[in-house]
């Protein structure tokens, strides 16, 4: 709906949001507020910045424009009223949004786009007093807007001064209070705005407070949402709120990522809970398993610190532990912080075989259940059945059944592209002749392709030719139908038969996060092999026979993995953090 602001719940004085600012008596920007409202921002301006404020006069429509449109519409509609019905409906909706566009509120939301776009809120709020000032009535966008632009003013203007910030955040909390006043119901984008308005107060508690008030509205709360509070908590040193807000983010089923997670893993170290960065490192091999150098920092501050080494079980339940690994599915056991002493915490690397440069332990290959890759497997066929034509692909689904299953998968336009200015045969051959030494059934590799591949360009040659022919006759060659992308066809068929999959794409566009993050990432890090071309040749990079994510070991050290690049020939820096009594306790 484009007109007008929608009143999804119920507004009145007894609303949540609205009890929620009546009892709010400390902000000034709420006493007196009626004379705050047609504030003309230039009065503001030389606190914000030095570029002069846009003529909004050239924006102007004649007062009487909306009506005179209004009039446009209902003749418009008459008119068509002749035609069929859905005919009908087509052009009068057409002609109602053309009209909606070119009111004064439509003219206000594009050029509220354009400040968006801009960053600009100087002139956002030039805008927002001039349109209150000539009665036009702002929507949830209108508002969304202005908010988003008041909450980021520290983002976007480099050098703006702190009593420029204020002023503007404090203009947010008015254009909120009088969002509240006219009945617009608010979005989750209005609430998170506010609570960065909030945040930029140094009040994570009112952040804290309008995240909570979302579920009176029937708004579900996003993790940036829950950002503002957390963060204004972490920097507060306020842990138990923190941790409050942790906890209402797993009730309101919103995980946090490795930012949240590295910030409270930092607080609770600055605060000395033991028991926290125990849970906030497991959090991380959950659900993060690789990390950034900074929460890599984080954590190597944590093991250095002369809190953590005076925590830790000297004599523990050797079987309880076993257990614990065998529960949790290897990599971990959950029991707590094990040893005593000093901890070693240094960065180092880990050899092809998994064992750590550092201390000498070998890291553990966490199995995946096959159940969760058949789930995967169903779920990938419904996702590209739906993207694709569905016909194409059950085809394909047919053929694997009948000619699979392989060994390996090649994403053949990925090869042949390696190193390559045009197209490779040559090297999509050579990958595939390697692939057939190392299988076990000595089979040729699925190697697939989109059908302009196979047909045209270097497919033309002859040479080209007959590497195709022979792939064809093998049974090894599925070109895709035009208009299809391939990348479902190779990435389906690697799962269902569990086999390699050969590319150095990364998997990371837009296809690949419709996957999600719990179970595509582990796949991918047990399955994916990479190719590097140098001039000694083409060498396959098997994956590694140990899981690239945080690991406890059974004797309580731990071996935290950081983020790499795509360069293949730049090892991954592990943090090892071991201590001197950590041995297994004869119990
Ligand atoms: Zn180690």
């Known amino acids: 709906m484009l007109c007008g602001s929608s009143l999804a719940p119920p507004f009145n004085r007894t609303s949540p949001l609205f009890l929620f600012f009546i009892q709010m008596p400390s902000l000034s920007i709420f006493r007196n507020s009626s004379l705050t409202f047609h504030r003309p921002l230039l009065r503001y301006h030389s606190y914000l910045f030095a570029k002069p404020v846009h003529d909004i006069q050239a924006y102007e429509l004649p007062m009487d424009r909306r009506a005179h449109l209004c ?12 035609s069929s019905a859905m005919a009908t409906n087509k052009v009068s909706n057409k002609s109602k949004k053309k009209v909606w566009w070119e009111s004064p509120e439509g003219v206000l939301r594009i050029k509220l786009d354009m400040c968006s776009k801009h960053g600009d809120v100087v002139q956002a709020l030039h ?53 509240i006043i006219d009945k617009v119901a608010p979005s989750e984008a209005t609430f998170t705005n506010a609570a960065r308005l909030a945040l930029a107060l140094e009040d994570p508690e009112m ?3 309008l995240v909570k008030q979302m579920k009176g509205f029937n708004i579900l709360p996003k993790l940036r949402s829950y950002g503002p509070a957390l963060f204004g908590f972490c920097k507060k040193g306020m ?15 919103v995980m946090p990522e490795e930012l949240e997670l590295s910030a409270l893993l930092k607080l609770s170290a600055d605060v000395k809970r033991a028991d926290k960065v125990y849970e906030m490192l497991h959090r991380l091999r959950a659900t993060v398993r690789q990390v950034t150098d900074s929460t890599v920092g984080v954590i190597e501050d944590w093991f250095k610190s002369e809190d953590a080494s005076k925590i830790g079980e000297e004599n523990w339940d050797t079987s309880k532990v076993r257990e614990g690994i065998v529960m949790g599915g290897g990599g971990w056991h959950g029991q707590g912080w094990l040893g005593s002493g000093r901890w070693r915490a240094v960065r180092t690397q880990i050899d ?52 699979g299953p392989f060994d390996a998968v090649v994403d053949g336009a990925n090869l042949g592209l390696i190193n390559q200015k045009t197209f490779s045969f040559y090297q999509l051959n050579t990958v595939a002749g390697k692939l057939r030494q190392m299988s076990p059934s000595k089979r040729l590799p699925l190697i697939v392709l989109h059908t302009s591949r196979v047909t045209g360009g270097p497919a033309r040659n002859p040479n080209n030719r007959k590497f195709l022919e022979f792939w064809k006759k093998s049974g090894a060659l599925y070109a895709t139908p035009v208009g299809s992308n391939d990348d479902w066809y190779w990435l389906y068929a690697a799962v269902t038969c569990n086999c390699l999959l050969v590319t150095n794409d990364e998997m990371r566009d837009h296809l690949f996060q419709l996957l999600g993050t719990s179970f595509f990432p582990r796949w991918k890090e047990k399955h994916q092999v990479r190719l590097s071309v140098s001039r000694s040749g083409l060498t396959l990079h098997m994956p590694p026979p140990y899981s690239t994510v945080v690991q406890e070991s059974e004797n309580g050290s731990w071996h935290v993995p950081t983020i790499t690049g795509d360069d293949l020939e730049t090892p991954r820096q592990w943090l090892c953090a071991t201590r001197a009594r950590n041995k297994i306790h004869p119990f």
């Open 239 to 253: 842990a138990d709120r923190a941790y409050e807000v942790h906890a209402h983010m797993a009730e309101s089923g």
């Open 127 to 179: 805008l927002y007093d001039e349109a209150r000032s000539n009665g036009v009535q702002l929507n949830q966008h209108h508002y969304n807007v202005l908010l988003y632009l008041c909450s980021s003013v520290k983002l976007n203007g480099n050098g703006v001064d702190e009593n420029a910030s204020s002023l503007c955040n404090n203009r947010g909390f008015e254009i909120f209070q009088q969002m």
């Open 352 to 403: 092809e075989k998994g064992v750590c440069h550092s201390c000498g332990e070998k890291l553990v290959c966490i199995d995946i259940d096959p159940g969760e890759t058949e789930n995967f497997a169903t779920s990938l066929s419904n996702l590209a059945c739906q993207r694709e034509v569905k016909s194409n692909f059950v085809q394909f689904q047919e053929w694997l059944q009948q000619h």
């Open 71 to 82: 009039c446009s519409a209902f003749s418009v509609t008459q008119q068509i009223h002749e």
């Open 207 to 209: 952040a804290f407070d």
